[in-house]
């Protein structure tokens, strides 16, 4: 899972945002997994518009943001949502696997 791969690119090491800021390779690895991510999103809210995943359509909006405006990503953001909303997410996913969220259908 994308979400998997990139809590392993910071696993052995502190999470310091200097150090992500001047990784050009991990920056670009964090930005193709929140597209990866965006993209299941974007193709499971196309067969089921009301699933249970808080932020939804921002991770759609944030991967469209990633793919057409690299410009207008700012390091801060993507930040943000590694050390704010990835491990949010991650649990949300994990809950839907555990079948303790139900999916409306």
Same mark, same amino acid.
């Given at each position: 899972?994308?979400?998997?791969?990139?809590?392993?690119?910071?696993? +052995?090491?502190?999470?310091?945002?200097?150090?992500?800021?001047?990784?050009?390779?991990?920056?670009?690895?964090?930005?193709? +997994?929140?597209?990866?991510? #965006? @993209?299941?999103?974007?193709?499971?809210?196309?067969?089921?518009?009301?699933?249970?995943?808080?932020?939804?359509?921002?991770? =759609? #909006?944030?991967?469209?943001?990633? %793919?057409? #405006?690299?410009?207008? =990503?700012?390091?801060?953001?993507?930040?943000?949502?590694?050390? +704010?909303?990835?491990?949010?997410?991650? %649990? @949300?996913?994990?809950?839907?696997? +555990?079948?303790?969220?139900? %999916?409306? @259908?």
């Amino acid at each position: 899972m994308a979400i998997d791969e990139t809590e392993m690119f910071f696993e +052995n090491k502190p999470k310091l945002f200097q150090d992500y800021k001047k990784n050009i390779l991990l920056k670009r690895a964090v930005e193709r +997994n929140l597209e990866i991510i #965006g @993209e299941a999103m974007n193709r499971i809210l196309a067969i089921n518009p009301e699933f249970p995943i808080e932020n939804a359509r921002r991770i =759609v #909006g944030l991967r469209n943001q990633i %793919i057409h #405006g690299y410009d207008s =990503v700012s390091d801060e953001s993507i930040w943000a949502i590694i050390i +704010n909303h990835l491990p949010k997410l991650h %649990i @949300e996913i994990n809950n839907l696997i +555990n079948n303790e969220i139900q %999916i409306p @259908e």
